[in-house]
């Protein structure tokens, strides 16, 4: 069993920053990916930004020059620096991962709201 734990979210303000992590724990050998998704009010989850299995990034272009993708694979986390925050950027953050296995696992999701 693979758990994954958020944290981070909250309510900001346009121009402020928050740092979302997401540790994941129990029955894990290897990690491919590590990503995170948003899913704002009315729309279907998006990709944010994501290490691939061979260690490259990638970031939805909304979000380029302003997000951070980063992990610590000792601790098998991975965080979301989200720097110069919109309100367009209010959503729900998920943040998923593959395992070696090619199963995937998500966790419960976190509330980010910028307020204008």
């Known amino acids: 069993q693979v758990q994954l734990v958020e944290s981070g979210g909250g309510l900001v303000q346009a121009g402020g920053s928050l740092r979302l992590s997401c540790a994941a724990s129990g029955s894990i050998f290897r990690i491919n990916v590590m990503a995170w998704y948003r899913r704002a009010p009315g729309k279907q989850r998006d990709l944010v930004a994501a290490?691939?299995?061979?260690?490259?990034?990638n970031y939805a272009d909304s979000v380029k020059g302003r997000f951070t993708i980063s992990r610590d694979n000792a601790k098998n986390t991975v965080y979301l620096q989200m720097d110069s925050l919109k309100p367009e950027d209010t959503a729900v953050y998920y943040c998923?991962?593959?395992?070696?296995?090619?199963?995937?696992?998500w966790g419960q999701g976190t509330q980010v709201t910028v307020s204008s």
């Open positions: 998923a991962i593959v395992l070696g296995t090619g199963h995937d696992y």
């Open positions: 290490f691939s299995s061979g260690g490259d990034t």
